[in-house]
């Protein structure tokens, strides 16, 4: 029965054979959520590794790139479509009779979820105990079609009213300016980043071609449809499914439903309580009814006409302890004495430079590479972020689960990036009407559709967001998001937060641990990435041919 208000998703079409080999590891052929079952955890994980670079469904991906290493004799009479009832069972006894919900905690599912959209991701993506891989926007051109239309989302009660016309009509013509913009920038690039003696053809033209679709991306709207791995517990898809259910956005609602009913064939007593009104149902409300509540509060508040824009940073650190090294020093030096915290922050007061510096060599050592990361003291020491980016650079940060992210609602009011990269190349003109285009429908659709108008607010445009994080985190996204592969639009902002550390708050030890913090400009950013890749695959086949 279909979902009220459900989009209509793109069904892919499988051979017979193929159908009969999938329904033995899928929970579904036909929708776009579906669970991975009967296949090893590494195969799972090569799979979900392998689908954020890649325009193909994961059901699709696993047919053509896995199945024939894989050993699918003795699953022959496997039909991973019917729901586990002997799994049900177990767990009942389990779960419900004696209400133990770390149980949950210990059974995981590997799920799909395809054709969602850039909306939707963020609200996927939310949780800290879970784990996800996002279809990438600097690996694959967005202008593939699917079913034979481009890749956004369809919202039935915005294609129904009046303005469904012109919302398929804009959306369109967006993708057709993001198609032409790809050609028109990689072609740029590929001149103005000649080969170098060195490189293959192979290494020049995917280096190119992710500098092209780094600069481009920001023409996509938020409708975009993307494919999302995510891999958690029962306890971590209940709660986001109790999220989702009282999310504004009508596509989330739906989407959770779709969800749910491909988690409860794999794990099914986990999730009972999602729908059960007096449990979840309440759960559910309680969210909803606190969500329009502040916002409601906070309407009155801010009530009034908008002050002028004026120019901002796009960073600005809002929060920090002026005393924060000092607490740090003391946090890395607890578990090696026996006194008070409290008598370890008077010694701490009374060490000279030569000694704190000490404390810190020794805590941090040797750090050969950027994964090798010193331990929890640094978590004692916390920072607070106000960001202003585009929506492409805060979609990449977003997905740093551990620390705390909040945003602010999608809107073209904040204005939007110009890549110069897209400038150079003479592509300003299309970019600035795309702009202008999406602005003007989301004025259209913002009276009458809510959240879902924000589906019309192309990448470029900036959103503010917040981030707090301690020391420990911000050295693993800092050392990790400034790394010369990175894209450029968040490359900058983690270079800022680096140096904001370091002079607005003072804290020069703590930035100065982050050793592997990039601030060069590297140009072609995926240039050295696809050197490495490339010499992994030559080393890969000499191995091979060798044994051979």
């Not at 159908?19 to 579904?28: A, E, G, K, P, S």
């Not at 920072?383 to 740093?400: E, I, P, T």
Request: hydrophobic share 40%; glycine share 6%.
């Amino acid at each position: 029965m279909p979902v009220p208000g459900l989009a209509t998703y793109v069904t892919e079409q499988f051979s017979v054979e193929e159908t009969d080999v999938l329904r033995r590891y899928v929970t579904n052929v036909e929708g776009p959520v579906f669970a991975l079952v009967n296949l090893p955890e590494v195969v799972k994980g090569a799979l979900f590794a392998r689908y954020s670079r890649t325009h193909k469904s994961l059901r699709r991906l696993f047919l053509d790139e896995f199945v024939e290493d894989l050993d699918i004799e003795g699953d022959l009479s496997v039909d991973a479509t019917v729901g586990v009832d002997r799994a049900e069972r177990l767990y009942d006894r389990v779960f419900l009779e004696y209400g133990d919900d770390s149980v949950a905690q210990l059974g995981g599912v590997h799920l799909a979820c395809e054709q969602a959209s850039n909306l939707l991701t963020k609200v996927l993506e939310w949780g800290r105990l879970m784990s996800y891989l996002e279809q990438s926007t600097r690996y694959i051109a967005f202008d593939e079609r699917l079913g034979g239309r481009y890749r956004y989302h369809r919202q039935p009660d915005i294609l129904a009213s009046p303005l469904g016309t012109r919302y398929v009509g804009e959306m369109d013509r967006l993708f057709d300016t993001y198609a032409d913009l790809v050609s028109l920038v990689q072609e740029w690039c590929r001149e103005h980043y000649p080969k170098q003696a060195d490189d293959s053809d192979f290494v020049h033209r995917q280096s190119t071609r992710a500098k092209a679709l780094d600069a481009v991306r920001g023409v996509l709207p938020a409708a975009s449809l993307s494919n999302v791995g995510i891999y958690g517990t029962g306890q971590g898809y209940e709660a986001l499914l109790l999220r989702m259910r009282a999310h504004p956005l009508p596509e989330a609602r739906a989407y959770a439903e779709l969800m749910l009913t491909e988690l409860r064939k794999v794990i099914p007593s986990f999730l009972t309580r999602v729908d059960l009104p007096e449990r979840g149902g309440r759960w559910s409300q309680y969210l909803r009814s606190t969500h329009e509540a502040t916002a409601e509060v906070a309407a009155k508040l801010f009530a009034g006409p908008a002050p002028a824009p004026e120019p901002e940073p796009e960073v600005t650190l809002v929060d920090f302890d002026p005393e924060g090294e000092d607490k740090l020093l003391a946090a890395m030096l607890y578990p090696f004495v026996d006194v008070p915290e409290e008598r370890i922050l008077e010694r701490v007061g009374e060490l000279g430079a030569e000694e704190r510096h000490a404390v810190v060599a020794a805590y941090v050592g040797e750090r050969s590479n950027r994964r090798h990361k010193p331990g929890r003291a640094l978590e004692r020491v916390s920072y607070r972020f106000d960001v202003l980016a585009d929506y492409g650079a805060f979609r990449d940060l977003q997905r740093h689960r551990m620390l705390t992210i909040e945003w602010q609602p999608l809107t073209p009011r904040h204005g939007y990036t110009l890549p110069e990269t897209v400038v150079e190349a003479g592509g300003e003109g299309r970019f600035v009407e795309a702009m202008d285009r999406s602005a003007a429908l989301y004025d259209a659709l913002d009276d009458g559709f809510g959240a879902s108008a924000a589906y019309a607010v192309c990448l470029a445009y900036r959103v503010r967001f917040s981030l707090q994080l301690n020391a420990r985190e911000a050295l693993h996204m800092l050392e990790l998001r400034t790394s010369a592969q990175g894209h450029p639009a968040y490359r900058r902002l983690c270079q800022q937060m680096h140096r904001l550390i370091a002079e607005r708050a003072g804290h020069r030890a703590v930035a100065a641990l982050m050793r592997f913090v990039d601030h060069s400009d590297p140009g072609l950013e995926r240039l050295e990435a696809e050197r490495r890749a490339e010499r992994r695959r030559q080393s890969s086949h000499m191995s091979h041919s060798g044994r051979g």
